[in-house]
């Protein structure tokens, strides 16, 4: 072993220090090195400065020493990259080119996640015609981390170009070119896509499954999830996130319950983020106790723990115990971050209280006010609004330092349906309307307004500019699961094999 390897043995072993112990440790024994006469591994060194977190001091290092190979100056680019450090790592490989090294498929390899980190198409666009000019755009391994590049920003023209170039795709290059058209929102393609692939991973099964999550896919989402079992794929943390969003979008609670066993049997400890997902699942299907359990049961928990659990608490009309819950975050040492606020005033509007959210609000601007985002003054909004204090609602929208957008006044003008406020709805509405004057919800909601007070000829008037305008209301759609079934329907719905027997039963309800 070299006196550099000896020397950071003991450092490594001593990982518990400081980050700033660690780089004057590192100092030191570089400053050992050199008195030594002894060779230095550059690359070692570097990466240590890596891991002390002392970029400054590896860029400067890889700087005045002129004569580094390829192979180095590649690992180094890498290093850089992994650790966040984008810019450095495109500056790095610039370096490298200025040092007349011709960079191998490798290196570029290791530069294209700093430049799509940093959302660079131009930047993406130089380095593909430098892989052409040298030939290297049909490699396997510089291609895909160029499809990859390509299918993150969402071109989905280069994304498929850079993808025909590529000699012999593999595994990794049809996932990347499936995750560009899943972030096209192009499911039909991605599928026909996804069946013609000569080899499935987990990565690609969890890149379809996610993808199809996010559009809303919820059926064909858990179907691809069970057909990826029959295919004797076993699923690894990064699946049951989305099949459990999936199943409490619905929400399904026997399926979801399902997922829950499965994760039992097949994960020898339940990870964080699968156990987020499992609360948030289970607050969002009305079972909070559940999701307590898994929180408890967590050996590990961070803030999106806690948070999960407030907005469970808030979603199912408790704020009392989402304030109480937060506060137990806090003796707990967490900091609380905007989430957890947004949470804890979403609890508040929606069990009535107005005062508590107000002060909580306050507290926030005046401790926190770089983490304030628009959502909780939107959030403030609502507060009002439910309650009844419209005029406040009014004025705390006319004092924001910014143009509130349509959900703002949107929430403002529910209100004034839940109380009848009539001349603050037709003032809501104007603003509404004057933002987007096709905006049908609003004529909706203004409409009802006028109706539950009773002024059926400014109903008239509402409903007349509507068909005036072709305005058409998007129906609302619901789901109930019946004996691990799901069934989806629509106002006025008569698709279902039982729509007789439903609409019976609904008259039933109703007269009795």
């Known amino acids: ?22 780089i004057a440790a590192t100092q030191k024994t570089h400053a050992r090195i050199l008195k030594s006469g002894a060779p230095i591994e550059r690359q070692q060194l570097v990466q240590r400065y890596c891991d ?20 180095s100056s590649t690992a180094i680019i890498s290093s850089f990259s992994r650790r966040n450090r984008h810019r450095d790592a495109i500056f790095l490989f610039s370096l490298t080119l200025r040092r007349n090294l011709r960079p191998n498929q490798f290196t570029f390899g290791a530069v294209l996640p700093s430049v799509t980190a940093l959302h660079d198409l131009a930047a993406g666009k130089q380095l593909h015609s430098s892989l052409l000019k040298m030939g290297l755009q049909s490699d396997v391994f510089a291609g895909s981390s160029l499809l990859d590049h390509y299918a993150k920003l969402g071109n989905l023209e280069e994304t498929r170009r850079a993808f025909d170039e590529i000699c012999e795709p593999n595994v990794v290059s049809y996932t990347a070119l499936l995750f560009g058209y899943l972030k096209n929102s192009l499911s039909g393609e991605a599928l026909r896509i996804f069946c013609r692939m000569p080899e499935k991973t987990v990565v690609s099964w969890n890149a379809m499954i996610s993808g199809f999550n996010q559009m809303g896919l919820i059926e064909e989402c858990i179907k691809l999830f069970v057909e990826m079992n029959r295919e ?26 399902s997922f829950h066993a499965f994760i039992i049997k097949v994960l020898p400890k339940l990870n964080v983020y699968v156990g987020n997902s499992l609360i948030i699942f289970y607050s969002k299907c009305g079972c909070l106790q559940d999701g307590l359990l898994v929180f408890e049961n967590l050996d590990e928990k961070n803030i999106v723990s806690w948070n999960a ?33 947004l949470g804890l005033l979403f609890g508040c509007s929606h069990s009535g209280l107005v005062d ?11 401790e926190e006010p770089g983490l304030v985002m628009p959502e909780h003054c939107a959030s403030v909004v609502d507060l009002l609004s439910r309650s009844g204090r419209i005029a406040e609602a009014e004025k705390f929208l006319n004092e924001l330092p910014f143009d509130p957008g349509i959900g703002f006044w949107k929430s403002a003008l529910g ?49 007349t500019k509507m068909e005036d305008k072709s305005m058409k209301r998007v129906p609302g759609s619901s789901w109930i699961e019946v004996q691990g079934k799901i069934h989806d329907f629509f106002n ?21």
């Open 309 to 341: 659990v407030i907005y469970g608490y808030a979603q199912n009309g408790n704020g009392e115990a989402a304030i109480k819950f937060f506060k137990r975050m806090k003796s707990n040492g967490l900091k609380p971050n905007g989430f957890s606020i």
């Open 492 to 512: 006025g719905d008569r698709r279902h094999s039982q729509a007789d027997e439903i609409y019976f039963v609904l008259g039933v309800l109703h007269h009795s």
């Open 1 to 22: 072993m070299s006196l550099l390897s000896r020397l950071f043995t003991t450092l490594t072993e001593s990982s518990s220090l400081a980050s700033s112990s660690l």
């Open 52 to 71: 002390a977190d002392a970029f400054r001091y590896a860029c400067q290092l890889f700087d005045e020493v002129p004569n580094w190979d390829l192979f």
């Open 415 to 463: 209100g004034c349906q839940i109380h009848s406020k009539r001349d603050f709805a037709v003032v809501f509405a104007r603003r509404i309307l004057e933002l987007d004057p096709e905006e049908a919800s609003s004529f909706v909601l203004l409409s009802n307004v006028q109706s539950s007070a009773g002024n059926w000829q400014d109903v008239a008037r509402v409903r």
């Open 232 to 257: 004797g794929i076993f699923p690894n943390i990064f699946t049951f996130p989305s099949v459990l969003s999936a199943a409490a979008d619905i929400p399904a609670i026997a399926i979801g319950r």
């Open 356 to 366: 508590e959210g107000l002060e909580y609000f306050k507290r926030f601007v005046e």
